[in-house]
């Protein structure tokens, strides 16, 4: 007498989807309800982690649509990105300093969906190099800032507690061309909210890859976001000012759990660098400086790093 593969074990049908490609596994759990259910948990966990949108209205339809399905449970990684289809098809009705309102009905829907991804714990925002600093702000669609701004209008709605909170605007790993935020249309206000603080409270990963223009506005607010992260364990810093010259003060923080440092840019004084080094000595294992002056100098200092790499 011969078994059915969906009589099996759920660990043994586990095992065995391991070793498929994803076009075979799905057309295995297409077979039947048993199959689909008894490797579900393979398939969520491992296909279905990540949730983005563009914010234009047939891609927050999709992720309506998917945060009431039963797969939201494996949501980890919420993915806010820019294109050129972001913003298409809502109307962005938008202040005196030309920022989107905080109070459209979109931001409520989407405060809705990632509050039933209760799982997830790492919020990303991702812009391409295209420059919209010479574009004058639309109602039909938005650009690289709008999406940061209305990310920390999220975060402070939902409270979600983050984990992994990464800014990626004009490419990871670049020197960002021209392209630039507009601090004016960020929102940066919701920074000081209750909510935004609790979110980053146990944050453990920071990534911030960006430019933005002093001229404009002189608040550099990349660096209020790590004051409020005091467990992080992994930093990266490439926050490159338009104002060429000016340094960032880094104000005396302790991060004590910090392992990992990337500094890129000229963005900060040797004499600063060296107090917040001091503020990890004791868990920092891993440094990187690119185009750093100080970067000549701090051998022998960090001979005092017991466990740097």
């Known amino acids: ?64 649509d998917r945060s009431r399905s039963p797969g939201a449970k494996y949501v980890t990684d919420f993915w806010l990105r820019w294109d050129e289809e972001a913003g298409r098809g809502l109307i962005w009705d938008r202040g005196a300093s030309k920022a989107i309102l905080p109070d459209l009905p979109v931001i409520q829907q989407m405060r809705d969906i990632i509050l039933r991804f ?30 940061v ?7 402070a709605e939902t409270g979600l507690p983050l984990e992994r909170f990464s800014v990626y605007c004009g490419g990871h790993g670049n020197c960002h061309g021209h392209f630039r935020l507009k601090t004016g249309m960020i929102h940066t206000e919701q920074i000081r909210r209750p909510t935004f603080k609790i979110a980053l409270s146990n944050l453990k990963e920071l990534s911030l890859w960006l430019l933005i223009d002093t001229d404009e506005n002189p608040y550099i607010w990349p660096w209020d976001l790590i004051p409020l992260s005091a467990h992080l ?46 503020g990890c000595r004791d868990s920092l294992r891993s440094l990187r400086l690119f185009q750093h002056p100080a970067g000549s100098r701090l051998p022998k200092y960090l001979t005092i790093f017991a466990i740097l790499r």
């Open 233 to 278: 364990e992994k930093l990266e810093w490439n926050v490159t000012l338009r104002t060429y010259g000016k340094f960032f003060y880094f104000n005396p923080i302790r991060l004590s759990y910090l392992q990992e440092l990337v500094i890129e840019g000229l963005c900060i004084s040797t004499t600063n660098l060296t107090k917040f080094l001091l």
């Open 1 to 64: 007498m011969s078994l059915h593969i969906a009589t099996l074990p759920p660990e043994i049908i586990e095992g065995v989807v391991q070793h498929l490609q994803l076009a075979d596994l799905c057309m295995l759990r297409l077979t039947c309800k048993a199959l689909a259910e008894k490797s579900s948990y393979y398939f969520g966990h491992t296909y279905c982690t990540q949730a983005s949108t563009n914010l234009s209205l047939a891609s927050i339809q999709r992720l309506d």
């Open 149 to 155: 701004g209305f990310g920390f209008i999220l975060i």
């Open 118 to 147: 209760t799982n997830c714990r790492s919020f990303r925002i991702d812009t391409s190099d295209e420059n919209d600093y010479t574009v004058s702000p639309r109602t039909d669609s938005i650009g690289c800032s709008d999406v």
